[in-house]
């Protein structure tokens, strides 16, 4: 199976191309849109701002092309902000894949939410079939729930800890750092 | 609900562990990359890994660790020790860590924050603060807490947090080493005056003690070294016990 990550320059890369390899696959870095298109599954991390990271996509022309796929994807992190239309963060029109607004959390508790947290499954699902355990986050900004949310997470505000519409799978939370839990997703979006 | 995270912390030297009482007097705990993994099966939810090692060759020895720590382990963890650029920092992230901690470069050129949390995101820039009470004031302490700078501990952390820190790790030097507790008192009032998360370092002893610093002094985080590496409290044992005394963590 050909894994190919997505990689234009904003973050955790390494940290899933090693959580990968723990599961025995060897994933590809890359960010030519031929080799993207051609695996079988395409991982879309993302650490960091929002807008620099949209900036990155279009400098190296991907933002166009990524709402095209049509094998699994899993976003992770920012990559599942950037799937949204819009995020309030720095005000950034993002790839539109999922008609939502990213919000920033009113911080009436701490921010940015770090740490180990439960999520409640919203509807059943392939890859995020969590059983209330807890993963591991680190966020400012949050999708809302919405149809597409699959696993809802309260910090401050109920909000999308994992979403799916159609081939795009994608988490807040970080399962390349969720240990054992996080690695059962991985190994799911594997089999898909 | 967030859980309170329990953090081993490991001294590196050359490729070992090692963990100072009081910063003098190291012994040897093992090798880092064996130790991290152990402590992730047990439940440990985050690690601290602090290269004291002082060469010229600084960054090479941590990048090095970094990837070695990266490759193996499923849990977050920060690295520290000789990251005083934006450069250092980008090297150290780059290679797998999910944060960097600075401790005397943030103190020396507070820029360095901004700089950080700017190029890379306030959630991977943690601030690490040594901190002595000296006639009833607490003023931060550089290299290992041998040296006193003229900074107020509690302005300096407030400032830190106005920078972009993403997270204060304390360590008070009067209870490092100890085992008799940390510095809830301190840890308390810092809490009230942040909005980011708090590591409590220095004085772990006891389960109670733990337990303690996130009821009393309301960190979000507890830190200890030796009294994991020598088994004194087993990181399975230590969150049934918190989790009976009603402390929301994760059971792994």
Known sequence: MKLVIINYGAGNTQSVKYAFQRLGVNPV??????????????????VGHAQAAMNELKAQGLEKFIPQLTQPVLGIC????????FSEEGN??????????????????????????????????????????????????????????????????????????????????????SGKVGEQILKNFLAL | MLSKRIIPCLDIKD??????????????????????????EEGAD?????????????RKTVVELATKVAEQLNIPFTIGGGISSVEDAHAVLNAGADKISINSAAVKNPQLINELSEKFGSQ??????????????????????????DLELFAWV???????????????????????????????????LLNIPIIASGGAGNMEHIRNTFINGKSDAALAASIFHFKEISIPDLKKYLKDEGVNVRIV
């Open chain 2, 158 to 192: 407030q400032e830190a947090e106005k920078r972009g820190a993403g997270e204060i790790l304390f360590t008070s030097m009067d209870h490092d080493g100890t085992k008799a507790g940390f510095a809830d008192e301190a840890l308390a009032k810092m809490n009230s």
């Open chain 2, 15 to 40: 490729g070992r562990t090692v963990k100072g009482v009081n910063f003098v007097g190291l012994r040897d705990a093992g090798d880092p990359v064996e130790l991290a993994k152990l402590y992730a």
């Open chain 1, 92 to 177: 950034t029109e993002c790839l539109g894949i999922i008609n939502e607004t990213v919000k920033k959390f009113e911080p009436t508790l701490k921010v940015p939410h770090m740490g180990w947290n439960g999520t409640k499954a919203e509807q059943k699902n392939k890859v995020f079939n969590n059983k209330n355990e807890q993963l591991y986050f680190v966020h400012s900004y949050y999708v809302p729930v919405n149809q597409f949310t699959t696993e809802v997470c309260d910090y401050i505000t109920p909000f999308s800890a994992s979403i799916q519409k159609d081939n795009f799978y994608a988490c807040q939370y970080h399962p390349e750092k």
């Open chain 2, 124 to 149: 991977c820039v943690v601030v690490a603060v040594d901190a002595k009470k000296i006639n009833g004031q607490w003023f931060v302490h550089l290299n290992g807490g041998r040296i006193k700078t």
């Open chain 2, 46 to 58: 985050e690690l601290v890994l602090l290269d004291i090692t002082a060469t010229h060759e600084k």
């Open chain 1, 78 to 85: 920012l990559g599942m902000q950037l799937l949204c239309q």
């Open chain 1, 29 to 46: 870095l890359s960010n030519d849109v031929n080799e993207i298109f051609s695996a079988d599954k395409v991982i879309f991390p993302g």
